[in-house]
């Protein structure tokens, strides 16, 4: 198959429109000296990328790279979960990983400040390609120190997913407001369907975030969410209150189970047609049967205020490396070959095809499915990231304790923001 590549012109705007206010910041290289060693051997290579189809893409990665013959790379692939939990440990280890799959933004600076990241300007000056990346995806890569401490690779976008044979079934259509949204989640209720699942339980709480991140850019707007993440608005203000409310609305629809499933669990019902849709990212494909890929597709989460600009969740992946590195040049070498279009192309080939290419010339997978993806993303105003990687990491068990208290005690909401608040000042402060 001929894979297409759209412009990502309007994207790349839209990551300028939202700011690029979360910089990482002030990392340096290990050693005493501030220069981290230059010695051999392979690369090791630490991945969240767990689900089948990633995770073989994944090795496809690494096998090509070998191929090239300038230097090695052993990838281990750890749950996303236990990745996640357990990535600070990594990074403050004695002999920590190497390179790292995550994320660029402000979820990456704490552990830039904690100097844990290796300054990749050297990678970024050497290279050819990252030379002609967007100026919104260098900015985003760049520490407030002026130091690039990421390398960019994909992004991807969150929606409404459902099938289309399901909803053909059910003879109903995609929403276009939130009016239409709750008729539509009536309709399936009426069916005999449970309208949206969730997947918010067991170890995966953070998928609740999305409808508060959501649920605040479509009322308040993302100005408001970014100044919120970082502190700079309460959240027991009147107006995440406001969010609140409307999701209030959407709650008779939501799967009871939501918040014991998790969002594997809640995407297997989906597809199996016990649910009618689900917020999430592309992600959820990669676990997806083959089969199923050209029945999905998604709508963009329904507009609440038209006068509220247009924001969409369409975070970016990458890869950092550890400051205490004992193998800076293998992996400046191993980062600079990530960074070309022929390795995004073979994971996006060897994935669901789910995600687009942050090179200028890499194509992404051309399906119907990705390029309303792209079309999704570009004719936003602004994007957004998605609330851990507009906050941090050490910010998103707030969100995942006062959203599963919501979930299960809607009338406490005053109390639960109020605890809220307090828990985010310790965070903040900290």
Known sequence: ????????????????AAGTTALLSGCVTSGSSGKSSSG?????????????QAKAAMEDLVAAYGKEGSGRATLNTVA????????????????????YTWYPGSVADAYARKNLLLDLGEVWTSSPDLKRYSKALTTQC??????????????????????KSHFAKWGVREPKSWDDFLDLCDKLKAKGVTPIGLGAGSNTPWVAS???????????????HRRLLAGKQRF?????????????????????????????????????GR???????????????????????????????????????????????????????????????????????????????????????????????????????????????????????ALQPTADTALTKFLAKPKSIGSILTDWQRDAEKIWKA
């Open 275 to 393: 649910t009618g849709m689900m917020l999430i990212g592309t992600f959820f494909a990669d676990a997806a049967p083959k089969g199923a890929l050209d029945d999905i597709d998604f709508f963009r989460f329904p507009v609440i205020d038209p006068k509220v600009p247009l924001a969409e969740e369409a975070p970016t992946d990458g890869y950092f490396a550890s400051a205490r590195t004992g193998r800076r040049d293998g992996v400046f070498d191993l980062l600079r070959y990530l960074a070309t279009a022929e390795a995004q192309e073979i994971y996006i080939k060897g994935s669901s095809g789910t995600v687009l290419p942050c090179h200028p010339d890499a194509e992404d997978a051309g399906t119907a499915l990705v390029k309303k993806g792209r079309k999704h993303v570009e004719e936003a105003a602004e994007i957004t990231q998605f609330f851990n990687r507009d906050s941090s990491d």
């Open 80 to 99: 996303a979960e236990t990745f996640r939990t357990q990535l600070p440990t990594y990074l403050t280890s004695a002999n920590p990983p190497d390179v």
């Open 142 to 163: 760049t520490s407030a120190a002026g130091r690039k401490v990421f390398v960019p690779s994909t992004y991807y976008w969150w929606g409404m997913f459902y099938r």
């Open 236 to 272: 027991d203000d009147p107006e995440v209150r406001k969010v609140f409310d409307r999701w209030q609305e959407a709650l008779p629809y939501f799967d009871p189970d939501g918040t014991a499933l998790a969002f594997q669990d809640a995407t297997t019902a989906l597809l199996a």
């Open 1 to 16: 198959m001929r894979y297409a590549h759209p412009s990502r012109r309007l994207f790349l705007a839209g990551l300028g």
């Open 40 to 52: 051999g051997g392979a690369v090791t290579f630490q991945s969240n990328l767990s689900a089948p």
């Open 210 to 224: 999305a409808w508060f991140d959501y649920l605040n850019i479509r009322i308040n707007g993302a100005d408001y």
